[in-house]
T-cell receptor, first 115, second 114 residues
Framework: GDSVTQMEGPVTLSEEAFLTINCTYT??????LFWYVQYPGEGLQLLLK?????DKGSNKGFEATYRKETTSFHLEKGSVQVSDSAVYFC??????????????FGTGTLLAVQP | DAEITQSPRHKITETGRQVTLACHQT?????MFWYRQDLGHGLRLIHY???????NKGEVSDGYSVSRSNTEDLPLTLESAASSQTSVYFC?????????????FGPGTRLTVT
């Protein structure tokens, strides 16, 4: 079945460091891909998305490119801030999701940014 | 502003008790979802609904039930709470229709079963 694999955390970085959080997927066809972020004590919120191969999603300085050949959707940011400390979830919408909009989530990666 | 709320935010209950967690959205979304979040498992889908009177089982539905009597609410019931159901529960909603996959999440309910 369809699945998402994320790198294990926690990821600990100093402020202004470069961030990469790896995400790979297994799915039939070309699903839509997402990154959600969960700040402490809150629910998840959509960070960015890509709906077809080679699309780049971007928001708040974060980027991710839909790579069909490597079935990956890695999250990157050039210079992290303390306020980026959160749990990041990679997710996909299977082609069979249709009108139900079901998503499959990875296990999440905790990012801790130190001043 | 439209929102999705959950109540209570924290709940402690005893093994064997019935518990109901509330979820209310004012987005007028067709689709609603319940997830549980556990360390090492990420989010796992419990139940979902894509309209009034419609409910469907997710991957971890045993011991849980939902009902959808209106567009705004999807309460989650634990029929007989077990310690394995200690978790953080999130409700989410989405508009419905292919191509609109963004889900809007509530703030979560932390449930402890003793």
């Amino acid at each position: 079945g369809d699945s998402v694999t994320q790198m294990e955390g926690p990821v600990t970085l100093s402020e202004e460091a470069f961030l990469t959080i790896n995400c790979t997927y297994t799915a039939t066809g070309y699903p839509s891909l997402f990154w959600y972020v969960q700040y402490p004590g809150e629910g998840l919120q959509l960070l960015l998305k890509a709906t077809k191969a080679d699309d780049k999603g971007s928001n708040k300085g974060f980027e991710a490119t839909y790579r069909k050949e490597t079935t990956s959707f890695h999250l990157e940011k050039g210079s992290v801030q303390v306020s980026d400390s959160a749990v990041y979830f990679c997710a996909l919408a299977p082609l069979t999701s249709g009108a139900t909009n079901k998503l499959i989530f990875g296990t999440g990666t905790l990012l801790a940014v130190q001043p | 502003d439209a929102e999705i709320t959950q109540s209570p935010r924290h709940k402690i209950t005893e093994t064997g008790r019935q518990v109901t967690l509330a979820c209310h959205q004012t987005w007028n979304h067709n689709n609603m979802f319940w997830y549980r979040q556990d360390l090492g498992h990420g989010l796992r889908l419990i139940h979902y609904s894509y309209g009034v009177q419609d409910t469907n089982k997710g991957e971890v539905s045993d011991g849980y039930s939902v009902s959808r009597s209106n567009t705004e609410d999807l309460p989650l019931t634990l029929e007989s709470a077990a310690s394995s159901q200690t978790s953080v529960y999130f409700c989410a909603s989405s508009e419905g229709g292919s191509g609109s996959y963004e889900q809007y999440f509530g703030p979560g309910t932390r449930l402890t079963v003793t």
